[in-house]
């Protein structure tokens, strides 16, 4: 168990919906990143907050946002959704904006139908 | 353009013999290199790591080397075990963490034989 929490562990929706994943972070852990697993594709890194705030951003679609409450949970946004969205989302942790080894949950499964 | 490529997406090893798992980098800013190890519906797990000064690091039956006028590193298993079966995940990041993330390469599934 890595300490990472993400919810929901499935979800189905329908196209053009949007939908809310959220990520509560290890004990003590300020960065909260978010990556994407489509098939045949490797972990894609999304975008990165640390202690509240946006310090990096990946391959992102605009029709995606995130965000780090002040509790430092973490919630990433997905609208207008595609069949091509369906893909295994993974929240990461670690202690600070310099730590180099990420901590991931268990990722939430999202299928577009 | 992927800087970081496993190119080999399986591999498949006895029980008890040695498994050699590699992975290339393009990007010549990378100075801190990790392996994850992932199970069928769980998250990537944390495995070792290694530092640009150094050129290995070792930890159990695990071990990771780093050549980097090659741009390429290797973690080896030795003994391999059953348990070990999984998809390895190279990934590597620049000077002061991980700031942009880590960049993974696309796995390589380890497949141990009885």
């Known amino acids: 168990d890595s300490g990472v929490t993400q919810t929901p562990k499935h979800l189905i929706t329908a196209t053009g919906q949007r939908v809310t994943l959220r990520c509560s972070p290890r004990?003590?852990?300020?960065?909260v990143y978010w990556y994407q697993q489509s098939l045949d594709q490797g972990l894609q890194f999304l975008i990165h907050y640390y202690n509240g705030e946006e310090r990096a951003k990946g391959n992102i679609l605009e029709r995606f946002s995130a965000q780090q409450f002040p509790d430092l949970h973490s919630e990433l946004n997905l609208s207008s959704l595609e069949l091509g969205d369906s893909a295994l989302y993974f929240c990461?942790?670690?202690?600070?904006?310099?730590?180099?080894?990420?901590?991931f949950g268990e990722g939430s499964w999202l299928t577009v139908v | 353009d992927q800087q970081v490529k496993q190119n080999s997406p399986s591999l498949s090893v006895q029980e008890g013999r040695i498994s050699i798992l590699n992975c290339d980098y393009t990007n010549s800013m990378f100075d801190y290199f990790l392996w994850y190890k992932k199970y069928p519906a769980e998250g990537p797990t944390f495995l070792i790591s290694?530092?640009?000064?150094?050129d290995k690091n070792e930890d159990g039956r695990f071990t990771v080397f780093l050549n980097k006028s090659a741009k390429h590193l290797s973690l080896h298993i030795v003994p391999s075990q059953p348990g070990d079966s999984a998809v390895y995940f190279c990934a590597a990041s620049e000077s002061g963490g991980g700031a942009d993330g880590l960049t993974f390469g696309k796995g390589t599934h380890l497949i141990i034989q009885p």
């Open positions: 004990s003590g852990d300020l960065s």
């Open positions: 290694i530092s640009s000064i150094k």
């Open positions: 990461a942790s670690n202690e600070g904006y310099s730590g180099n080894t990420i901590y």
